[in-house]
């Protein structure tokens, strides 16, 4: 396997690995806080509507659904889990995925924060950082939270890939 084929297959890993941690977490915390998951949908709506040129909306929720757009919504949703993995392996290297440390995953997974914060929650009508919903101290702190549990899972399948790694 060629240092790059690495590299992308350690990312793909990684980042799918993390973003199911994500998931699981988004379930637990609805079974036990009764806190809804966000829906993907949405996020598909708003990634249709933004290759229209309509960068806001005021709520994503009152723009008209598109077609596939809950398909298109996990997708991203994955896709960009195995971004952050792949910035996490551009940043610290290989060295890294060969012996995951839980620092560099949480600074990846917190930092990540800003995406929502500035970009998707804006332009689907929440304002920056929540700031148009009901309880933005709660959502920022829910976002926060969610992306440190990324970064946890960041480490978490960073370990568990490096381990299948040295029996395989």
């Given amino acids: 396997m060629t240092a ?5 297959a350690h990312a793909l890993a990684i980042g799918a690995g993390a973003t199911v941690v994500m998931d699981i977490w ?5 079974r036990l806080l009764g806190i809804p998951a966000l829906d ?3 996020v598909g709506r708003w990634l249709v509507h933004l290759t229209r040129g309509r960068l806001r909306h005021n709520p994503i929720a009152a723009t008209p659904p598109v077609r596939n757009e ?21 940043v ?7 012996n995951p440390t839980l620092g560099p995953a949480l600074i990846v997974g917190i930092a990540g924060v800003a995406a929502p914060f500035f970009v998707l929650q804006p332009g689907m ?18 976002s ?16 568990a890939v490096s381990w ?3 029996l395989l």
């Fill in 70 to 90: 809950r398909l298109i919504g996990w997708t991203a949703h994955y896709a960009i889990g195995i971004a952050f993995a792949a910035v996490l392996l551009a």
């Fill in 164 to 166: 299948l790694g040295m």
């Fill in 40 to 42: 993907y949908a949405l």
């Fill in 144 to 159: 926060l939270v969610t992306h440190a549990v990324f970064g946890v899972g960041l480490y978490a399948t960073g370990r």
């Fill in 92 to 98: 610290w290297g290989m060295a890294w995925a060969s």
């Fill in 26 to 30: 988004a379930v637990v915390r609805k």
């Fill in 125 to 142: 009508g929440a304002g920056i950082a929540a700031s148009r919903t009901p309880r933005p101290a709660m959502a920022r702190m829910h």
């Fill in 4 to 8: 790059a084929t690495d590299w992308l």
